[in-house]
């Protein structure tokens, strides 16, 4: 029922293609993210909370239908429908039954509720399309709560100590989980604008995160132990200057590595990340039932094996143009 073509993922039945990277007639999209969401479709299909990111990413002149979780539509003869997949905000799996077979294709995902997006369900299917950005033993997660209060103390110790805080995640999907879970007494919050566009576009859809947009009219006079939220794009940049005096964090999963804090050259690492670990991902392809697993971007090759020897499945390495954890390339536009 699904082929994998060089335009993407494909139901010739449908005739609809899933996060296709080249432009086709129907696309369904899972995310906002620059990777899985690309200009130049003529249709798209997506969950209600997606459509204005995409509309802020790729313009106001797309032809966007939405998709309610759970809910139902058919394409000649193929039912498809859209369920939670706990990544960022509107991330969605997208399930395709046609003639009593049933597929699923994960894009990104996480397990674990972050408090933000609507948590991940597992689907049952007979062949289920998973990422594999973490697909190592080496990565195992703390659980948010721990992470989020590490960060929060953190922050609340560089203030004591007469420093600023820069925190950096990417504007969609990480940036609204700090900002959902920051909580420094009396410090102030401020927004790179990539970040506070991506809040601007969310508000649409009903949600409302805490921080000020960083303008022009900017005193950096007037910052005294306060918190800036920022993109992977301004490291290394000029424009963290005006921060001084400052210690800075990356927020990602890449954290876990050893050396990765001093390659990104920064303070510290907190290994929040949108993405399963390596024990979220076995968890979620067990609950599928699917005994056919399509593994794509992230350790794909490794990955594909392990599900092999470790619980005897079918599963086969697919190379995609997909991502793992991209920065966010339209980022210095916003």
């Not at 190592?136 to 659980?143: E, H, M, N, T, V």
């Not at 203030?159 to 990417?170: A, M, Q, V």
């Not at 990539?194 to 508000?203: E, P």
């Not at 050893?258 to 920064?266: I, P, Q």
Request: net charge negative.
């Amino acid at each position: 029922m699904i082929q994998f073509r060089p335009e993407g993922i494909y139901c010739p039945q449908a005739d609809v293609y899933i996060d296709p990277w080249r432009p086709v007639n129907k696309a369904i999209i899972t995310h906002g993210h620059s990777d899985h969401a690309r200009y130049g479709h003529k249709e798209y299909l997506c969950h209600p909370f997606s459509k204005p990111i995409l509309n802020l990413r790729l313009g106001e002149d797309l032809s966007v239908q939405t998709l309610a979780y759970h809910e139902t539509i058919s394409i000649n003869g193929v039912k498809i429908s859209l369920h939670p997949a706990g990544h960022i905000i509107g991330s969605a799996q997208v399930r395709l039954e046609y003639r009593g077979e049933v597929w699923v294709i994960s894009g990104d995902y996480k397990v674990f509720n972050d408090g933000v997006s609507t948590p991940f369900e597992a689907v049952k299917c007979n062949s289920f399309v998973t990422e594999s950005t973490f697909g190592l033993p080496i990565y195992d997660f703390d659980p948010f709560e721990k992470i989020y209060a590490d960060l929060n103390d953190w922050c609340y110790n560089n203030s004591k100590d007469g420093f600023n805080s820069i925190l950096i995640g990417y504007s969609l999907g990480k940036a609204q989980n700090i900002l959902q879970h920051l909580h420094v007494a009396d410090a102030r919050i401020y927004l790179h604008g990539a970040v506070a566009n991506i809040n601007d576009a969310l508000r649409i859809s009903g949600f409302d995160f805490q921080g000020e947009r960083l303008g022009e009219a900017f005193d950096r006079k007037s910052l005294n132990g306060d918190v800036v939220v920022a993109p992977m794009s301004v490291l290394g940049s000029p424009w963290l200057r005006k921060f001084l005096p400052y210690r800075i964090a990356v927020c990602s999963g890449w954290m876990t590595l050893r050396g990765a804090r001093r390659r990104y050259g920064v303070d510290k690492g907190f290994a929040l990340s949108d993405h399963c670990d390596f024990k979220q991902l076995n968890y979620a392809i067990r609950e599928t039932g699917a005994e056919n697993i399509y593994v794509t971007h992230g350790y794909q090759s490794v990955y594909s094996k392990w599900l092999c020897e470790a619980y005897g499945l079918h599963a086969v390495e697919i190379k995609t143009m997909f991502e793992s954890d991209l920065p966010e390339e339209v980022e210095e536009g916003l």
